[in-house]
């Protein structure tokens, strides 16, 4: 199962750490990725990364601001969140799947509690 921590609140123009850790079976071979969701809106794709670490894709809104990484030792996912704006408050979710582009879509297999981040003005 997927675990994701490391949410909070934050100032505006702050960074953040999330971790998604797994746990009851191995994830270093499946792509992993994270999404958020805000109040009222949809699910969106965040960020995904292979199961190398070689290959990632960001979307648009977090591009530049955002680095993913993962740690197969550890069974680990990480989401690091730098500029912080109130628009990024969220639930923040991460993802387990065999593709890239599955991930990306949101068809993972399996997926995490959310971790709440609150980025205040």
């Known amino acids: 199962q997927l675990q994701a921590s490391g949410g909070g609140l934050v100032q505006a123009g702050g960074s953040l750490k999330l971790s998604c850790t797994a746990s009851?079976?191995?994830?270093?071979?499946?792509?992993m990725g994270w999404f958020r969701q805000a109040p009222g809106k949809e699910r969106e794709f965040l960020a995904a990364?292979?199961?190398?670490?070689?290959?990632?894709k960001y979307a648009d809104s977090v591009k530049g601001r955002s680095v993913i990484s993962r740690d197969n030792a550890k069974n680990t996912v990480y989401l690091q969140m730098n500029s912080l704006k109130p628009e990024d408050t969220a639930v923040y979710y991460c993802?387990?799947?065999?593709?890239?582009?599955?991930?990306?879509?949101?068809?993972?297999?399996?997926w995490g509690q959310g971790t709440l981040v609150t980025v205040s003005s």
């Open positions: 993802a387990a799947g065999p593709s890239l582009s599955l991930v990306v879509r949101g068809a993972g297999d399996y």
């Open positions: 990364i292979g199961w190398g670490g070689g290959s990632t």
């Open positions: 009851g079976r191995s994830f270093r071979s499946y792509v």
